[in-house]
Nanobody
Framework: VQLQAFGGGLVQSGGSLRLSCVAS????????VSWFRQAPGKERAFVAG???????YTADSAKGRFTISRDNSKNTVYLQMNSLRPEDTAVYYC???????????????????WGQGTQVTVSS
């Protein structure tokens, strides 16, 4: 499956962005999809994930601000980001896996397919 991430940009602190991850080349409904982010000098970190069954999971740093959702009819996963902070600045990647389980949902090593990343910059 191929993934393309869209929607990054420059936004002021407190603003919002919606990222989209569009998939092609596979049976999208069978895949769990997550968003990760990587800031300069830091490791890639889990942000939020939605499993093939629709269950969602969000990292503590994003709870209450970010919402992940999926539209299988459009082969797309969204990440709605509200109340953005400067520390949210990073390259955001979407990733997909047909075999990830709940216990390794947050591990980037569990995902075989990755999008190209989209830059999110939050100014203070």
């Amino acid at each position: 499956v191929q993934l393309q991430a869209f929607g990054g940009g420059l936004v002021q602190s407190g603003g919002s962005l919606r990222l989209s991850c569009v998939a092609s080349g596979g049976t999208f409904s069978r895949y769990s999809v997550s968003w990760f982010r990587q800031a300069p000098g830091k490791e890639r970190a889990f942000v939020a994930g939605v499993r093939y069954n629709g269950h969602t999971y969000t990292a503590d740093s994003a709870k209450g601000r970010f919402t992940i959702s999926r539209d299988n009819s459009k082969n797309t996963v969204y990440l709605q980001m509200n109340s953005l902070r400067p520390e949210d600045t990073a390259v955001y990647y979407c990733a997909a896996s047909s075999s990830v389980i709940l216990s390794n949902l947050g591990s980037h090593a569990a995902y075989a397919y990755w999008g190209q990343g989209t830059q999110v910059t939050v100014s203070s």
